[in-house]
């Protein structure tokens, strides 16, 4: 979907860093969500966030932090990467409660 | 907390064979949505189910939500290669916006 895109596509981080990886949304979504991907586990949810300033710690939240100043932007940022880290990232929104997820491209995270 | 299992975790088919994936939760749903994700690609949203006991279709593909909206299946009849990828529910409840994923169901067709 056009509307939300995810930045960068791929990136290549050290243990130790600090990442953050970017969502945006064209549609004033009130709903984003930051989900990861990981082969045997499917999709995990990282934290949302039902409007702007408010946000929410999901099942696998440890390690990371968001925000959301604005309905538009919702970034991620890993503190300081671990190896564990690697994996894909997806963000998404919705418009309401109950409806549709609409997700980005993903971001390819790799922690060396 | 609320669990939703997808089975079969793959499943490989000739093209032309049927395929089903099934997802059972540990709660009640409000509602169960389906998503596709091919491969290297996004989860891109398919349905959305809410009533007890619904049955939608999209051409060869066929939706169901049980009567006790604790379980969901989707069946693709005569399988495309189009049809690979990876095959998600998430279902919501209690009240939550927050949809929980299934694991989800490779689907790899074989010409």
């Known amino acids: 979907d056009a509307g939300i895109t995810q930045s960068p596509r791929y990136k290549i981080t050290e243990t130790g860093r600090q990442v953050t990886l970017m969502c945006h949304q064209t549609?004033?979504?009130?709903?984003m969500f930051w989900y990861r991907q990981d082969l045997g586990h499917g999709l995990r949810l990282i934290y949302y966030s039902a409007a702007a300033d408010i946000t929410d710690k999901g099942e696998v939240s440890d390690g990371y932090v968001v925000s959301r100043s604005k309905t538009e932007n919702f970034p991620l940022t890993l503190e300081s990467a671990t190896r564990s880290q690697t994996s894909v990232y997806f963000c998404a929104s919705s418009e309401t409660d109950n409806s549709p997820l609409h997700f980005g491209n993903g971001t390819r995270l790799t922690v060396t | 907390g609320q669990q939703v299992m997808q089975i079969p975790q793959y499943q490989h088919v000739q093209e032309g064979e049927d395929f089903t994936t099934y997802c059972n939760s540990s709660?009640?749903?409000?509602?169960i949505q389906w998503y596709k994700q091919r491969p290297g690609g996004h989860p891109v949203f398919l349905i959305q189910l809410v009533k007890s006991g619904e049955v939608k279709k999209q051409k060869r593909l066929t939706f169901q939500f049980g009567e006790a909206k604790k379980n969901s299946s989707l069946h693709i009849t005569a399988t495309q290669t189009t049809d690979v990828g990876t095959y998600f529910c998430?279902?919501?409840?209690?009240?939550?916006?927050?949809?929980?994923f299934g694991r989800g169901t490779s689907l790899i067709v074989h010409p």
């Open positions: 709660t009640t749903l409000s509602n």
């Open positions: 549609w004033s979504h009130s709903y």
């Open positions: 998430a279902g919501e409840s209690g009240g939550s916006y927050i949809p929980t």
